[in-house]
Every structure is written in C-alpha cells, then in structure tokens.
C-alpha cells in the first residue's frame, strides 16, 4: 500500500513563481475508474503557470495542486479499472496534481510508457501530444503533404508539432525567436523556421502558397496575421492567447476564402473526450515513439523543491523543449 503523506507542491497564493511551496498533503485514494500514481517525474506547462497567476481556475472536483502531466508506477487501482495493475509504468494526463509524490487520474487518461524511453522522458508527452493531436489532427484535420505553421517552434507545444506533421508527410513551417531555436526547429523537421522578429511570417507562407493549417498559441494582434497567412480554404486552430484574445477582424475574408477558424482548451474536457484522444495516440503515434522516429525534445530537469526556478525558467522563455520536476 502507498504511503499515508506525500510531498507537493502548493501554489500559496497568486502570484510569481516564488508563492509556490513545498508542503506535505495526504497521499490521495483513486475512486472508480481512476488508478493512484507514484509520480517519478511531472512536466512543467504554461497552464501550470496561468493556474498559479490565478488566472487559470482547476476545474470542479480537481486537485487544487499544479501539474497536468506525469509519469511513474501504478501504486493502487480504484473499483472498475481493469486494463491497469500495480507496478505499471504509465505516463498520464492529468486534471491537476502532478507537483506530488502521488496523484489520482482517470485509468483511461493513462498510456504506456514507450518502448526505449525513459519516465523523465515520458512526463513529457501527455500535455503535449494530447493537445497537438486533438487540435491539429482531429480538428484541424492536417493531411500529408499540407502545408502547416506552427508559432513558438521551440516550446514543448512546437517541438511536438513540428515532428508529428513531419512524420505524417505535411510541410512544416515554424516560428521562432533566435537562430539557436530556428536551428532546433530545422533539425526537427521544420523545412523552413522563420525568425519572427527579424522575418514576417504573413510574407513568408504567402510565398509558399499559404497555410493550409496554423497552430496557434500568440492570438493577439498575430489573429489576423494568421488569416492573411492562410491559404484559401485554410484553417486557424487557436489553442492559447500569450498575447491576449481580443483583436478586430474584417470576417469578410472568412467567409470570401472559406477559412474556418477553430480552438479548444484541453482540460475542461471531458474524460470521455480525453479518453479518445488517448486513444488516437496510443493506436497512430505511441508506435512512431517506439520506433524512434519521433522523441520528446528535454530541456532542463529540476527537483521537485525548486519547481519555482523551473516555472522561472519557462517563463523567460530560453528554453528549448519540456522542463520537468524530479519527483521520485
């Protein structure tokens, strides 16, 4: 049986990356349909650092602790859950608590570690792969041989996009701020980077003939760049607004070029939904991991004590790839 406390990591107050704390909680217990994780690793994301600015409320029945993504062994399984035992090694999307020794998730929202990685490895892939391949893949319907912008190339979100349009035959374009990630976003997979200060984005895919799918997580005055930057009969899949959400648009253009501008967030789901997702990507990409074709890109590792200076680190931006808690 787990332990009866747990270390985590509590947002104390909004605020900065300083109001987050080290606490002890007591370990969870998985009700029906959920398994309770010893957490090895958590990934650090952008909602965890909303959530702890107090600008991105848990939803009802959620941990109050950060952390949607982890990976580790199965400690206890709730009443129903079948397709799991004890000692498994999964990584899980989670509905919140992953900064713990321990977190309770729906079994359905778990995924084998793949064959060849690592659990640090493996904390990073629920948030992102469940986030690109709903909202590129399932909304956005991306087809081989497309072509696709993603903006922030070199953020968890971007390095994932990028290698999974890759594999699927698309072409891939991105954005990015220096020539150290515009080089990252290339190696990728990226047939082009576009250095967004120096380069305009809008001039460089109308060259190609338009976007026929962009991933979006600036909004802001990028919005109607994006509809400039679109192909006719191009889609605009928004998936977060560092920028704001509120711009003018002329929607004439929507309607004469046949755009379809679409988003979603990925938390409010529901679990039936997430499980679907979960699904899609154990069937079309967990393989394309497991034959190497496609890895997490790691930027840093930090203790779960210092998860301050690994939302710091996200926060400025420098890094490349997914920053992640040592837990276990």
Same mark, same amino acid.
């Given at each position: 049986?787990?332990? *009866? %406390?747990?270390?985590?990591?509590?947002? /104390? +107050? $909004?605020?900065?990356?300083? !109001?987050?704390?080290?606490?002890?909680?007591?370990?969870?217990?998985?009700?029906?349909? *959920?398994?309770?994780?010893?957490?090895?690793?958590?990934?650090?994301?952008?909602?965890?650092?909303? *959530? #702890?600015?107090?600008?991105?409320?848990? $939803?009802?029945? =959620?941990?109050?602790?950060?952390?949607?993504?982890? =990976?580790?062994?199965? @400690? @206890?399984?709730?009443?129903?859950?079948? +397709?799991?035992?004890?000692?498994?090694?999964?990584?899980?999307?989670?509905?919140?608590?992953?900064? @713990? +020794?321990?977190?309770?998730?729906?079994?359905?929202?778990?995924?084998?570690?793949?064959?060849?990685?690592?659990?640090?490895?493996?904390?990073?892939?629920?948030?992102?792969?469940?986030?690109?391949?709903?909202?590129?893949?399932? #909304?956005?319907?991306? *087809?081989?041989?497309?072509?696709?912008?993603?903006?922030?190339?070199?953020?968890?979100?971007?390095?994932? @996009?990028?290698?999974?349009?890759?594999?699927?035959?698309?072409?891939? &374009?991105?954005?990015?701020? %220096?020539?150290?990630?515009?080089?990252?976003? =290339?190696?990728?997979?990226?047939?082009?980077?576009?250095?967004?200060?120096?380069?305009? &984005?809008?001039?460089?895919?109308?060259?190609?003939?338009?976007?026929?799918?962009?991933?979006?997580?600036?909004?802001?005055?990028?919005?109607? #760049?994006?509809?400039?930057?679109?192909?006719?009969?191009?889609?605009? !899949?928004?998936?977060? &607004?560092?920028?704001?959400?509120?711009?003018?648009?002329?929607?004439?253009?929507?309607?004469?070029?046949?755009?379809?501008?679409?988003? %979603?967030?990925?938390?409010?789901? %529901?679990?039936?939904?997430?499980?679907?997702? =979960?699904?899609?990507?154990?069937?079309?990409?967990?393989?394309?991991?497991?034959?190497?074709?496609?890895?997490?890109?790691?930027? /840093?590792?930090?203790?779960?004590?210092?998860?301050?200076?690994?939302?710091?680190?996200?926060?400025?931006?420098?890094?490349?790839?997914?920053?992640?808690?040592?837990?276990?």
């Amino acid at each position: 049986m787990p332990e *009866q %406390s747990m270390r985590a990591v509590e947002i /104390s +107050e $909004p605020g900065g990356p300083e !109001v987050l704390r080290l606490a002890t909680r007591p370990v969870p217990e998985p009700g029906a349909g *959920q398994v309770l994780i010893r957490v090895s690793h958590a990934g650090v994301n952008r909602p965890d650092a909303l *959530q #702890r600015a107090g600008a991105y409320a848990p $939803p009802p029945g =959620a941990s109050d602790l950060p952390g949607l993504e982890a =990976a580790g062994e199965i @400690a @206890a399984i709730g009443p129903g859950v079948t +397709e799991w035992a004890v000692g498994d090694r999964v990584c899980a999307l989670l509905p919140g608590g992953g900064y @713990a +020794e321990h977190v309770v998730t729906p079994a359905a929202h778990c995924l084998p570690v793949p064959e060849g990685l690592d659990l640090q490895q493996a904390a990073c892939l629920p948030e992102t792969f469940f986030t690109v391949w709903s909202n590129v893949f399932m #909304r956005g319907g991306l *087809q081989a041989g497309e072509r696709f912008l993603v903006h922030g190339g070199s953020s968890g979100i971007g390095t994932t @996009a990028i290698q999974l349009a890759h594999a699927f035959g698309a072409r891939v &374009f991105a954005t990015a701020g %220096s020539p150290e990630k515009c080089a990252a976003c =290339a190696r990728l997979g990226a047939e082009r980077a576009i250095k967004y200060r120096e380069e305009d &984005f809008v001039e460089a895919l109308r060259a190609e003939g338009g976007a026929d799918l962009i991933l979006d997580m600036v909004g802001g005055d990028y919005i109607p #760049r994006n509809v400039k930057a679109l192909a006719d009969d191009g889609r605009l !899949v928004q998936i977060a &607004f560092l920028s704001g959400p509120k711009v003018e648009l002329n929607f004439a253009q929507v309607m004469t070029r046949r755009l379809t501008i679409t988003g %979603s967030t990925l938390r409010p789901q %529901s679990d039936l939904a997430k499980a679907r997702i =979960a699904e899609g990507l154990r069937a079309h990409v967990w393989p394309l991991l497991e034959a190497g074709r496609i890895e997490p890109v790691m930027d /840093s590792e930090f203790p779960l004590e210092e998860a301050a200076a690994a939302h710091a680190r996200m926060e400025s931006s420098a890094h490349i790839g997914k920053i992640v808690l040592k837990v276990g």
